[in-house]
């Protein structure tokens, strides 16, 4: 009867390791999306206005041009 309590009680010290590691994997790959999203949109908010000035500069030649 002792031996099965323990090997029960492995089990389920396993078990709660493996969903702690589950949950850390979890917890790391959702730290590596934001930091990947914040990434991109510091990316895109510093080409942004490069963007928007090359298409402003675009539409006054064009105008000067008629």
Known sequence: MKLLFEWRRNI????????????????????????????????SAVTRPAVYSRMIQRRSTKQSLV
């Open 12 to 43: 389920v010290t396993i078990g709660l390791v493996g969903v702690v590691g589950l949950a850390d994997k979890y917890l790391v790959c959702i730290e590596r999306l934001e930091i990947a999203k914040i990434a991109t949109e510091g990316i």
